[in-house]
T-cell receptor
């Protein structure tokens, strides 16, 4: 079974440019999450989709970040325009729908973003 | 003050040693507790999760939760070089209304090296 897949694995962009990160969750997982870790800080929650609906987006830092999950399958996270402080690792994660499996959250390997 | 405090280490131990990793937290609303292992340039991998106070064992790993002290631990017995990684504690609230059950709050992670 394929795990959570993220693309690109690394990206270097200039301040002011746009970057779109993609996440493919584990097949059949209704729950999809975005997290990020900036330099020297802990991993922080950004938002949670249940299928195509945003369950909780309380962690999104500002309106330069836009997350979508069309059709309830893969998700994209767009940063526009990127700022230097957006540099870090962006993790996508997914989990099954069932109550008993909600704590089993699987993470992807992350998309490393550097804004210069 | 951070909601979850974790000593970043680094921690270096000889092969075969017992390793103790710890986190404290300030928010008594946290009810679910996880330990993740993260190898370099990889995503966090779930090791264990617990709900109630007490101990939970899985092979060489034991997770311990003391809700009265707001303190959780992970013990690794007979540590191996392959255990060298960053260990992250994470925790979440129970699902309630709009609060996401996937909104984990992480510690900063402890870097562990087990040398032969």
């Amino acid at each position: 079974e394929a795990g959570v897949t993220q693309f690109p694995s690394h990206s270097v962009i200039e301040k002011g440019q746009t970057v779109t990160l993609r996440c493919d969750p584990i097949s059949g997982h209704d729950n999809l999450y975005w997290y990020r870790r900036v330099m020297g800080k802990e991993i922080k929650f950004l938002l949670h989709f249940v299928k195509e609906s945003k369950q909780d987006e309380s962690g999104m830092p500002n309106n330069r970040f836009l997350a979508e999950r069309t059709g309830g399958t893969y998700s994209t996270l767009k940063v526009q325009p990127a700022e230097l402080e957006d540099s870090g690792v962006y993790f996508c994660a997914s989990s099954p729908r069932s109550m008993t499996s909600r704590n089993t959250i699987y993470f992807g390997e992350g998309s490393w973003l550097t804004v210069v | 003050q951070k909601e979850v405090e974790q000593d970043p280490g680094p921690l270096s131990v000889p092969e075969g040693a017992i390793v103790s990793l710890n986190c404290t937290y300030s928010n008594s609303a946290f009810q679910y507790f996880m330990w993740y292992r993260q190898y370099s340039r990889k995503g966090p991998e779930l090791l264990m999760y617990t709900y109630s106070s007490g101990n939970k064992e899985d092979g060489r790993f034991t997770a311990q939760v003391d809700k009265s002290s707001k303190y959780i631990s992970l013990f690794i017995r007979d540590s191996q070089p392959s255990d060298s990684a960053t260990y992250l504690c994470a925790m979440r609230h129970p699902y309630a209304g709009g609060t996401s059950y996937g909104k984990l709050t992480f510690g900063q992670g402890t870097i562990l090296t087990v040398h032969p």
